[in-house]
């Protein structure tokens, strides 16, 4: 923004409070307009705002199957009371686990296929999501076609979708954002592909499709990319085993990895229920968010879901919350009362056998 040299000092304040106060959800270094410096004066010093802790909240897996299909109707309140908890966050995300199309043929042999109309896009950004992973075993259900759609939908919408793209330099491409002065990036992979569609669906250099955990050395190279320039690094994936409480050995392999090539975060889903949260060292893994918002009527699966917040101070992950809920017509409903005590402290004891601490 310019201001005429002759402006009185006080009119720039107030364009600053105004600034200040707008109600959206932007970094704070993006809210200090500098002020053009008069040819006849010394330039101004550039101001740089300190870095303070944000918030980042995470669901899990998110499809508009069945009998949310309907929700969709009105995107603007699909995500039903859950999204009052993710827009109190700075940042939140969930794993979008669909193809966005409606047309294409169905990935031969798979029991269950998942695909969603672009309307599922604006019910993310009306539910205050910020960005979402398509890197899973159901982003690609919808083969080259469905990911051409998927990719113009999410081109037209603006967005933001990590962990699949027209290519693989796409598809491992960290999203960032800077909020409250700290520079965030996240890439989004899964380390869950059914075996016959592995090579189909894994992005290269030469074609589209989805970035892949199981190729290790161009995760890990992607995290240690995105460690040289940024304050907090998050990995998405898609890994576990289904139903499985504990995490699986494969899970338990590569979080270390992650967390020594320079992750501060480490969280993601699969098995359909809640894994065991906690501290890796200094970093913070989560092995499983299970179902979101999920047509699944399986007590097992639906039971219990919810949303972890984490504090965060660049590389330092100063608090962890649960806000636990059941999923009831395909949603979740927020839990409140001795309820929701209780599952918070039945989310805490899946660490048990995560090997993960409750402090760092």
């Known amino acids: 923004m310019r201001f005429p040299r002759a402006l009185p000092m006080f009119a720039v304040v107030v364009s ?17 307009e500098q002020r053009a410096a008069d040819p006849s004066e010394e330039p101004a010093e550039e ?17 508009f199957e069945g009998i949310l299909r309907g ?3 009105d995107p603007r309140t699909a995500l039903g009371p859950i999204a009052n908890v993710l827009r109190k966050a700075d940042l939140s995300m969930i794993n979008l686990e669909t193809a966005i199309t409606t047309g294409g ?28 992973s398509m890197a899973n075993n159901h982003g690609m259900d919808y083969m080259d076609t469905g990911l051409a759609d998927s ?28 909020v409250n002065g700290n520079r965030v990036a996240i890439i989004g992979a899964t380390q869950v592909m059914d075996a016959e569609f592995i090579q189909a669906w894994t992005a290269t250099s030469a074609k589209g499709g989805l970035a892949s955990a199981k190729n290790e050395p161009a ?25 499985q409480k504990c995490p699986n050995e494969a899970q338990l392999s590569l979080a ?44 097992a699966t639906t039971g219990r879901t919810g949303v972890l917040t984490l504090t965060i101070d660049g590389r330092k992950i100063l608090k962890d919350s649960w806000t636990p809920a059941t999923i009831q017509g395909g949603i979740p409903i ?20 995560s090997g993960l601490a409750a402090r760092p």
């Open 16 to 32: 600053l409070a105004a600034c200040a106060a707008t109600p959206e959800r932007e970094p704070l270094s993006k809210q200090v």
């Open 47 to 63: 101001q740089t705002p300190e870095r303070e802790p944000y918030t980042i909240a995470f669901g899990g897996d998110v499809h």
């Open 71 to 73: 929700r969709l109707a």
């Open 105 to 132: 043929t169905p990935a031969p042999g798979k029991q269950f296929t998942f695909r969603a109309p672009a309307s599922a896009l604006t019910a993310l950004k009306a539910a205050g999501v910020d960005v979402a």
């Open 151 to 178: 990719l113009a939908a999410v081109k037209r919408s603006k967005f933001p979708v990590v962990g699949i793209g027209k290519n693989a330099t796409e598809a491992y491409r960290p999203w960032r954002k800077t």
């Open 219 to 243: 995760l890990l190279k992607a995290v240690r990319q995105a460690r040289k320039n940024s304050d907090t690094v998050i990995v998405h994936l898609h890994w576990g085993t289904e139903l």
């Open 256 to 299: 270390p990895k992650l967390v020594k090539a320079g992750a501060d975060v480490v969280v993601g889903g699969h098995a359909h229920i809640l894994l065991g949260s906690g501290y890796l060292d200094d970093a913070y893994v989560s092995y499983g968010m299970g179902n979101f918002v999920f047509y699944n009527s399986n007590p």
């Open 334 to 353: 927020p839990m409140t009362g001795s309820a929701k005590t209780r599952a918070v402290a039945d989310w805490k004891a899946l660490r048990g056998c």
